[in-house]
């Protein structure tokens, strides 16, 4: 069907003013008055609709009310012409209903609770609210490939179907084709009879496979869908959410601090560059002063601190948290907000973390105690970035992994790594769906993927 996007009518009118063209989209809003129709028409390519205005005796009667109504697909040819009130405004010669639309569409009102929008998440990208977070969904899918692209890293496809549990939470779904059945006595005969004769999970993380690609080809990403069987109902968790891992060979925890710094910074320079008729909006409709938030983060160093020295500013905060700090614990959301939120007001990287409470695959410090590991937090949501710098030493980590109790037969490949021309390595995890919160100012998680599948919801 040939027609001109809503985007390129406005992005380039002098091409197009005074002349005809044929546009197709869905009616967003529809005022009427005696003789004339005012109809908002958006096709997903602007966030701006497309102003129609039709004299109903200009055209036809199938083609008029009821079938011109909200949510109804409409293709029109008219004359694309200059307005005092809306910059540019279609005088409508034709209309073709493509798709009519009942009065039972739930879109009618122009606003709509976040809340009710979830219950119909097949109709939301109708919605002038889901149109931004996904096209800027996309636009931070594009920089972060443009990103490494640029730098020489390499694009891997890391298995999704996978043995090992690279985070060690236990927190893997199960993949299988077979159910238990009484007549398996161990839960070794069960898995042999399944589908891969093992024990099969979707990945929690992409970087074992990753470092296994990067001890040959250097720089390499992974870009994809990561899943986790956490029970944490919150804002901030989804059991399906995409990952992006970078690792790279030849680089301790201070030189993989400075790329993700400068990665992130790349990413909202791009997208505040590229999106901002959706930025204004979010800063408009959800989070006051968004933008001047991005382009501080753009423009000032984010700030570092040790997890020991993050220790003592907690216990002196004169906080009443609702989990007690002692050197050892995980740090809690709410130790996390208050850092970046209320003590330095920006990013910071918290590093050298307790081995006890981290990953088996983290380098461990000097001090025998802490390892050489970063998260990086941001005001408003907290962890956005896991990071660390591999052990390379093929012993350490070994014992690392019999510590935790970790079938070292199972990771031999990944342990040959350490043995054949092992290489200082560093890498990091960035949620796809907490940076776009992080830029949009959206609040839930649930509000930033198609189809959002968190505990208890598919
Ligand atoms: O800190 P995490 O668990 O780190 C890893 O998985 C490492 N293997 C990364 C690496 O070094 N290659 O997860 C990384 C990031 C978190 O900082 C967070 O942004 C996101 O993944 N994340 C989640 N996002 C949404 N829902 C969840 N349930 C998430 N769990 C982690
Ligand atoms: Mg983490």
């Known amino acids: 069907m040939k027609h001109t996007d809503i985007e390129v009518l406005f992005s380039q009118s002098e091409k197009f003013v005074n002349k005809s063209v044929i546009v197709c989209g869905w009616v967003r809003t529809w005022r009427d008055s005696k003789a004339i129709a005012f109809i908002e028409l958006n096709d997903g390519t602007s966030l701006n609709n497309l102003q129609l205005i039709i004299e109903k005796d200009k055209i036809s009667e199938s083609e008029s009310k009821p079938a011109l109504v909200v949510g109804a697909a409409l293709c029109v040819t008219g004359k694309f012409i200059p307005s005092e009130r809306n910059g540019f405004e279609l005088s409508v010669e034709s209309v073709t209903v493509l798709g ?33 977070v996904f096209a800027v969904r996309s636009r931070i899918s594009f920089a972060i490939h443009k990103y490494f692209q640029s730098h ?32 398996y006595a161990k839960e070794q005969e069960y898995y042999a009879e399944d589908f891969f004769g093992a024990k099969a999970g979707l990945t929690v993380s992409g970087q074992l496979e990753g470092e296994i690609a990067a001890m040959g080809l250097g720089k390499i990403y992974t870009f994809g869908p990561t899943f986790r069987a956490e029970h944490s109902n919150t804002t901030r968790h989804a059991a399906e959410f995409w990952q992006i891992e970078p690792e790279v060979c030849f680089a301790d925890l201070h030189d993989i601090i400075e790329i993700a710094e400068d990665f992130i910074k790349t990413i909202i320079k791009d997208v505040t560059d590229n999106c901002p008729q959706e930025i204004t909006y979010f800063d408009e409709r959800i989070e006051k002063g968004l933008k001047q938030k991005l382009d501080n983060v753009i423009n000032s160093d984010f700030a570092k601190i040790t997890y020991t020295e993050a220790v003592s500013v907690l216990k002196s905060s004169g906080k009443d948290f609702k989990f ?61 970035i896991g990071c660390s710098e591999r052990e390379a030493d093929l012993e350490k980590l070994k014992s690392a992994m019999s510590k935790r109790n ?18 200082p390595h560093s890498g990091f995890g960035l949620g796809l769906e907490r940076i776009i919160m992080y830029i949009t100012g959206v609040q839930n998680i649930r509000d930033t993927l198609l189809y959002p599948r968190t505990v208890g919801s598919l």
């Open 100 to 132: 009519s639309c009942p009065q039972d569409y739930p879109l009618q009102k122009k606003h709509h609770t976040l809340e009710f929008l979830r219950t119909i998440p097949h109709l939301r990208p109708r919605t002038k609210y889901f149109e931004a």
């Open 152 to 183: 020489n890293y390499k694009y891997m496809h890391t298995p999704i179907i996978t043995g090992s549990d690279c985070e060690g939470a236990g927190e893997m779904f199960r993949v299988t084709t077979q159910n238990w059945d009484a007549k």
């Open 324 to 384: 007690p700090v002692e050197w050892g614990c995980d740090l809690q959301t709410e130790h996390e907000r208050y850092l970046t939120e209320e003590y330095y007001k920006k990013p910071v990287f918290v590093t050298d973390y307790p081995a006890d409470i981290k990953a088996f695959y983290m380098k461990l410090n000097s001090d025998g105690k802490t390892v050489a590991a970063t998260d990086l937090l941001v005001p408003g949501i907290g962890e956005i």
């Open 406 to 423: 970790m079938p070292l037969e199972a990771y031999m490949e990944y342990l040959d790594t350490r043995k054949y021309g092992s290489v």
